[in-house]
């Protein structure tokens, strides 16, 4: 990849409002992503990760402000251009149905489909295909929906976006509920994507530590605005988190990747340490 | 060739085969039977017996209402059940059979399906429509929260509609009112001939056009924000599916009366033994639904012969026991 391409801007927010519901919304929020860049969002509940996800693929519309894709509006995209571009993973997708991985995956290819095309081409189900094998489903493809378990449905959802070969991944805490070694694996996943295929990626994240160890840029969301935008270093600092988060940490590194850290303070351990 | 295009060729002509055999069976059986061998002889050589006058005059187009009816009420149960994906909707417990009643019954009194024979479906479509129009509304504006709170609006809408139905009923003339009633209990005779075809094409058309919307289906099964992000017209395609749902709801009831259960139990089989790819289950739904009405207005016609059982009592009885055990199971 070379200079130009790397700082060429794949997704440009320029500052954005829009209303979710009459108590929630999104203010004034403005940030870059370059190609091959992976964002970070992080915030506490309700702070608007989700909504700004939604806003960017146009689900939620914005009731001020532009987004860029590739320099043009999203809102001149046709629905059907704008999902092969961007393709996202929502957290609260109900996976409880009989239909097998294999055809899920396939309807990823729905963007590329002509308008009375009925049976797949070669071509989805050759994509389809890798798909599965990049994120190691393969086994799995003749098993329903329902019969799979939570780090199982994770992937496949991610298969699906896949299928959609976009070029912006947005994925909402695909970690959730997951143990340590899923979590690594969709996290190492995505790494992988993003070098080999350039991909952008804007992840929502409630694990700071996963999101400084994988993440270029982090945004902080407090309240539907943007806190705090930047590098982990500028980013999870002490004072952001207990400001945000309204939680005590300590700030460490991580001593092979050289990110930050940060630890966990129950008051209670505080004062105990505290009196001794 | 596709494997998966091999696959529902292999299971719509399998299903195709049986609806021809089922066909074949329910012109031969009846209040007077008649062999399979002396069917084909009747059919070619006797025109003038009576036999071909019953075969051709009142076997034949029963079968033909129960092919238009059974296939046009399933499809609208595969329709309504992706778009609200919920399992255990179709248009008899969501109240749109009611509304569509009360729709006929209304023509009916007020003596609107005399001047046009097509009243009486347009007003089955109106009514229909009204209730799917309701339901989405409440729908959209948040009301509907879950499943079992859209089956309770379905069930509060059937009584209120019912109640109306009694209304009119009660206002009445006695003639009117005896018509009404054995409409409602559900039958496949239909001694209008043109309604029999346009009821045939209207059903016929309505497979067509829901094929060709059925991977669309496959995608707003996922719901509407995954369907969204797939590049699919949730909007546009949802009101036109369910406009067809009413149209073919509408129809079928002001024809055949209320026939309850079909739109549930047969897409529900359909999925169990076929998968629930809807390139398939459209499809497949619709020919296993003439089966199955075809099915229960011959137990309906033979059970007590030479008397008849209205086929809504017997799709109402199956269906209602199958629906008890679906939901015992989910």
């Known amino acids: 990849m070379n200079n130009t391409e790397q700082n060429q801007i794949v997704l440009s927010v320029n500052q954005l409002s829009c209303r979710q519901s009459s108590q929630?919304?999104?203010?004034?929020?403005?940030?870059?992503?370059?190609?091959?860049?992976?964002?970070?969002?992080?915030?506490?509940?309700?702070?608007?990760?989700t909504t700004l996800l939604k806003a960017i693929t146009g689900f939620i519309p914005a009731k001020s402000g532009q987004i860029l894709y590739c320099n043009h509006s999203i809102e001149l995209y046709n629905k059907q251009a704008l999902s092969k571009e961007i393709a996202i993973v929502l957290q609260s997708t109900e996976l409880d149905q009989s239909m097998h991985v294999e055809d899920y995956i396939l309807l990823g290819r729905n963007?590329?489909?002509?308008?009375?095309?009925?049976?797949?081409?070669?071509?989805?189900?050759?994509?389809?295909?890798?798909?599965?094998?990049?994120?190691?489903?393969?086994?799995?493809?003749?098993?329903?929906l329902n019969a799979l378990s939570g780090g199982e449905k994770q992937l496949v959802r991610i298969?699906?976006?896949?299928?959609?070969?976009?070029?912006?991944?947005?994925?909402d805490e695909p970690t959730n509920h997951l143990d340590i070694s899923h979590q690594l694996q969709i996290l190492t996943l995505l790494n992988r994507l993003k070098h080999k295929k350039h991909m952008s990626i804007m992840i929502v994240l409630h694990d700071l530590n996963l999101a400084s160890e994988f993440c270029d840029q982090l945004i902080l969301m407090q309240n539907g605005k943007i806190f705090k935008m930047g590098g982990a270093k500028d980013v999870l600092t002490y004072q952001n988190i207990e400001t945000v988060y309204h939680t005590l940490v300590i700030e460490g590194e991580n001593p092979i990747s050289k990110k930050p850290y940060v630890f966990l303070v129950s008051e209670d351990n505080l004062k105990k340490s505290k009196i001794q | 060739m596709n494997q998966k295009a091999v696959k529902w060729l292999i299971t719509l002509s399998i299903l195709l085969i049986t609806l021809t055999g089922v066909c074949i069976i329910a012109l031969t059986m009846g209040t007077m039977n008649i062999s399979i061998d002396k069917l084909f002889w009747i059919l070619l050589n006797q025109i003038d017996s009576t036999d071909y006058t019953i075969l051709m005059q009142i076997r034949l187009p029963r079968i033909l209402v129960g092919i238009a009816v059974g296939g046009a009420l399933s499809l609208a149960g595969v329709i309504l059940q992706a778009v609200f994906r919920n399992p255990l909707v179709e248009p008899y417990t969501l109240g749109i059979s009611g509304g569509a009643a009360l729709g006929v019954s209304i023509s009916i009194v007020f003596s609107l399906n005399q001047s046009y024979a097509l009243s009486l479906p347009f007003f089955g479509m109106i009514g229909a429509g009204c209730v799917i129009l309701a339901i989405y509304s409440l729908n959209a504006f948040g009301v509907v929260q879950n499943v079992q709170r859209l089956l309770l609006i379905g069930v509060m809408i059937s009584f209120i509609s019912n109640s109306l139905f009694m209304l009119i009923i009660s206002l009445s003339k006695s003639e009117q009112m005896h018509s009404i009633m054995f409409w409602t209990m559900g039958s496949l005779e239909e001694p209008n001939r043109i309604l029999v075809y346009c009821l045939l094409i209207v059903s016929l058309l309505g497979c067509l056009i829901t094929s060709m919307f059925s991977v669309d289906l496959n995608v707003l099964s996922l719901g509407e924000a995954d369907a969204f992000h797939l590049g699919l017209h949730v909007e546009r395609v949802r009101n036109l599916l369910l406009i067809l749902a009413s149209i073919l709801t509408g129809f079928c009831v002001s024809i055949s009366g209320i026939i309850g259960f079909v739109g549930l139990?047969?897409?529900?089989?359909?999925?169990?033994?076929?998968?629930?790819?809807?390139?398939?289950?459209?499809?497949?739904?619709?020919?296993?639904?003439?089966?199955?009405?075809?099915?229960?207005?011959?137990?309906?016609?033979?059970?007590?012969?030479?008397?008849?059982?209205?086929?809504?009592?017997?799709?109402?009885?199956?269906?209602?026991?199958?629906?008890?055990?679906?939901?015992?199971?989910?």
């Not at chain 1, 929630?24 to 990760?49: A, E, T, W």
């Not at chain 1, 896949?162 to 947005?170: D, G, I, K, V």
């Not at chain 2, 007590?304 to 199971?329: D, M, N, Q, R």
Request: aromatic share 10%; glycine share 8%.
């Open chain 1, 24 to 49: 929630f919304q999104l203010r004034d929020i403005s940030f870059d992503i370059p190609k091959g860049c992976c964002v970070g969002i992080i915030g506490p509940n309700g702070s608007g990760k």
């Open chain 1, 111 to 144: 963007p590329y489909r002509k308008r009375w095309q009925f049976w797949e081409s070669e071509q989805d189900i050759q994509i389809a295909e890798t798909a599965m094998k990049i994120t190691q489903i393969e086994p799995l493809r003749y098993r329903q």
């Open chain 1, 159 to 171: 298969a699906r976006a896949m299928a959609q070969e976009p070029n912006l991944f947005l994925l």
């Open chain 2, 265 to 330: 139990v047969v897409p529900h089989f359909v999925r169990l033994f076929f998968g629930s790819d809807h390139r398939t289950v459209v499809m497949a739904s619709y020919i296993t639904g003439a089966i199955f009405i075809i099915l229960c207005d011959l137990l309906a016609r033979t059970l007590i012969s030479p008397l008849e059982l209205p086929v809504g009592i017997v799709t109402g009885l199956v269906g209602g026991l199958i629906f008890i055990y679906a939901l015992v199971k989910k």
